[in-house]
């Protein structure tokens, strides 16, 4: 624990001017984030007497190292510096709301020829109009349903409207009139969009006008006795009208405005908002954070505010704003609503509702923050209990000092010794932390030996550590001059590191978002408190596997001069717990709930390392011996297939034959016939149903 007297800036220092300030622990990363209107007396409340400070407060200045702090011109420059630093750094002790579900929009992809109506969740895409958020997808889809009589727009996937462009015949919905079927030109892109806005216009409020103009088109269809176009223009009125019945009228002014209500106890928060458009409530949405800085209610709004409006601009932020607190000070208040005016391009109305509908309906968003509190404490009670129960039965087991908040999980993956990789998955505070996940090439040597990678991968973790330490001056050389030798004169110290996979894997399962182990050269980034890949050291790895493993483990930590940080390893036969220098295994009960936590983590460990070396075994496959023609790009070599038809028939080309496909000069005809000729085609596909040898005469490159 720190003592805050050690960082405390010399009196005279804090300048008395607005600014945005950082608190940063030992490892340089940025722990909180604030703002004030006058720096000196905000930061000089943080050195105080520790008594005095409020328990989380007082957590977060002995947690904290260093403080540091930019000087702004005005308070809404500071609030959008804030705003910033909170996004980029995630501050551990900041106001962070969780979005308790992923809510769901109506979206209109005004971006394409023929825009398409759909659901929507995650972050919004430029061109497209939303509305909502909705609390339920049926709810939008029901709404959908019976607009589509009066506005057949486009719902189709590209796929299916691209299949009914083929064959000339539209889907279901264009044979029942819910579509206007421009798939097969029954309108134009012009008629198209038409109705896309029409749609719109609906949807953001402007249906009175639209309603009446059916009613005196089907007055006049009944007048001139055309009583069929009468009777489907009576139905498409009644099927708008069930529409608007599904958000009820709670603002007679047709007001455009968002409520905000708090509801909050010592511990947590939970926000409301309830999106008013035309009157009717559109959407609703919630949060909930744990308070991990003192704040009070209208700091609770502000934080709110920001992370609503923090990236919208435009019709989505709303001309009105009603909130249940605003800042005492009413310059703070002044800033506030000009940054929601800058955002929205013209004023914005920031007030606290005193009487009539809009104070009775802020009421009823408290009573929907206050209900979704309780729900949440109600869910989060157990889990919490279990998490914590589960990190001292495995603290109690192992021996531990104090909980390990911060476990790292390593486990080695190969198909018969090709494609050997690594995995390292990190869960803080018994919950996975995805965005820390590493992965790892072997390139120590070739084969199959899970105790020689394992060896390999956690030396390369905890060399970066140690360089990261060095880097920062948390590490000198009179605390381990062996160590500091190894982790940074060994010469394959720095071959496997660079040879790590630096690409991010694309998100298409949960946890393949995490980097790989590339250190590199330190960026500006890193110095500037962002989350560093290595720099923070788990108080328990855990490896998966026996004794062997662990020892190996244990052998490379030590070579290093790790000693504070504690190893075990789960066996997946009797799922016992190996610890270093011990003969007999840790049996925790089956129903314990460490034994469960070890089990996910492991679990977790080797899910992102089968994921990983399916891929690269996949992107192996798929290589050819013309990747390794130089000056062939992928353009001329799509070109070659293309034109032969296979890389079997390339290579029965000649030179000549080779020169005739476009781009393709004498020089790399023959550098192309050289590789194939060098390179051992590969075995013939065969029919595994009916044992017959298939051909190649497809587009195939992995000869």
């Known amino acids: 624990m720190a003592d805050p007297s050690s960082y405390r800036p010399k009196p005279g220092q804090i300048p008395d001017s607005p600014g945005v300030y950082r608190f940063r622990d030992d490892h340089r990363r940025v ?59 995630d501050p551990r002790f900041n106001v962070k709301y969780r979005d308790d579900k992923s809510y769901p929009y109506l979206a209109v992809t005004l971006n394409e020829e023929f825009p398409r109506v759909q659901v929507m969740r995650g972050a919004k895409k430029k061109g497209v109009r939303y509305f909502g958020p909705y609390g339920h997808a049926w709810a939008i889809r029901e709404t959908v349903d019976l607009m589509l009589r009066v506005f057949p727009v486009r719902t189709c996937s590209a796929g299916v409207f691209k299949n009914a462009e083929r064959t000339g015949r539209p889907c279901l919905l264009g044979y029942i009139g819910k579509c206007s079927a421009p798939c097969v030109g029954r309108v134009t892109p012009e008629e198209h969009r038409q109705l896309a806005d029409e749609f719109c216009d609906f949807m953001a409020g402007r249906t009175g006008a639209y309603i009446r103009r059916l009613e005196q088109r089907m007055a006049i ?27 009820a009228v709670v603002l007679a002014d047709a007001t455009d405005a968002d409520l905000i209500a708090v509801a909050e106890d010592e511990l947590e928060a939970a926000v409301q908002i309830f999106h008013v458009r035309g009157g009717r409530v559109r959407g609703q949405r919630g949060w909930v ?74 009421a009823t968003v408290g009573r929907n923050a206050q209900q979704s509190l ?32 911060r476990i790292e999980c390593f486990d080695i993956s190969h198909l018969q010794g090709d494609d050997v990789v690594a995995s390292m998955v ?4 018994g919950l996975a932390r995805k965005s820390e996940y590493r992965r790892f090439q072997i390139k120590g040597f070739e084969g199959q030996d899970d105790v020689r990678s394992m060896h390999e991968v956690i030396g390369r973790r905890f060399k970066r550590y140690l360089a990261e330490k060095e880097r920062t001056g948390e590490w000198t050389q009179e605390e381990g001059a062996d160590a500091q030798d190894q982790a940074v004169q060994d010469p394959n110290a720095q071959d496997p590191t660079s040879q790590d996979q630096t690409a991010r894997q694309q998100p298409a399962a949960p946890g393949e978002d995490g980097h790989n182990g590339h ?41 290093l001069g790790i000693d504070d940080v504690a190893v075990c ?122 044992g017959e040898i298939m051909e190649d005469d497809g587009g195939s490159t992995h000869d």
């Open 31 to 89: 722990i909180y984030v604030g703002k004030a209107k006058s720096l000196r007396p905000r930061l000089s409340s943080y050195f105080q007497d520790l008594a005095n400070l409020h328990p989380r407060t007082r957590t977060m200045v002995t947690t904290a190292a260093s403080v540091e702090w930019t000087v702004v011109s005005t308070e809404v420059e500071a609030l959008q510096l804030e705003y910033s630093w909170i996004k980029e750094y």
């Open 221 to 247: 269809a009944a007048e001139d006795m055309e009583y069929e176009k009468a009777g489907r223009l009576r139905d498409d009125i009644g099927a708008l009208r069930r529409a608007m019945e599904k958000n």
């Open 289 to 362: 954070t744990d308070k991990v800085e003192e704040v009070d209610t209208a700091g609770l709004v502000e934080h709110a505010l920001q992370q609503l409006y923090g990236e919208e601009i435009g019709d989505s932020v709303p001309k009105e704003v009603l909130v249940p607190a605003l800042p005492e000070d009413q310059r703070e208040t002044d800033a506030l609503s000009q940054w929601l005016s800058e955002r929205r391009g013209s004023h914005v109305s920031l007030r606290i509702p005193q009487r009539g509908d809009k104070k009775d309906l802020m």
């Open 374 to 405: 309780v729900l949440h404490k109600t869910k989060r009670a157990s889990d919490l209990t279990t998490r914590s129960r589960a990190l001292e039965e495995i603290a109690q087991a192992l021996g531990l000092d104090s909980v390990p908040l």
């Open 426 to 429: 990190v869960f803080e505070d």
């Open 519 to 559: 250190s590199g050269p330190s960026s500006p980034k890193e110095e500037d408190g962002r989350p560093k890949r290595f720099a923070y050291p788990p108080q328990l790895v855990v490896v998966d596997g026996g004794q062997p493993q662990v020892a190996a483990a244990k052998r490379a930590m030590d070579e």
């Open 569 to 690: 390893g789960l066996a997946k036969r009797l799922e016992e717990v190996w610890v270093p220098d011990d003969d007999d295994p840790v049996v925790l009960p089956r129903s314990s709930e460490g034994l469960y936590l070890l089990q996910r983590v492991r679990d977790e460990a080797h899910r992102f390392a089968i994921t990983y070396q399916r891929a690269k075994r996949a992107k192996r496959i798929r290589t050819s011996p013309l990747d390794d023609v130089p000056g062939l790009g992928e353009t001329r070599k799509q070109a070659l297939i293309k034109h032969f038809g296979s890389v079997k028939k390339l290579r029965q080309a000649t030179i000549e034959q080779i020169c005739e496909v476009p781009g393709l000069g004498r020089k790399t005809a023959e550098s192309v016939a050289v590789a194939l000729a060098q390179a051992a085609p590969a075995a013939p596909a065969v029919n595994t149903a009916t």
